[in-house]
């Protein structure tokens, strides 16, 4: 997973793909959560009640709200919480509040 000025990606596999992309704009929430594969169901890419999460290790996760959409994407990550901030002040600056 990367955090950059384009937004989140999330890439699979020694070819990256699949792969999930969301720009600042198409977020409309970041932020850090701690998770245990418990939580979600197991290792590796999960659906449950949380929401989708990519969980390749317990602890840090970083969890968008994609906009329009009513449920969370998570990826366990080192940072996340930086992550969270650094995409919550691009979407910010990019929608104007």
Avoid: H, K
């Amino acid at each position: 997973a990367r955090v950059s000025e384009r937004g989140l990606e999330v890439s699979f596999g020694p070819l990256g793909w699949p792969g999930r992309r969301w720009a600042p704009g198409d977020i409309d929430t970041a932020r850090m959560e701690v998770r245990r594969p418990s939580q979600v169901g197991g290792w590796g890419y999960r659906l449950s009640g949380l929401g989708t999460t990519v969980m390749l290790r317990a602890g840090e996760c970083l969890v968008i709200r994609p906009r329009g959409r009513r449920s969370d994407f998570a990826v366990s990550i080192d940072d996340a919480e930086r992550g969270a901030a650094l995409l919550n002040a691009l979407r910010t600056n990019r929608t104007g509040g």
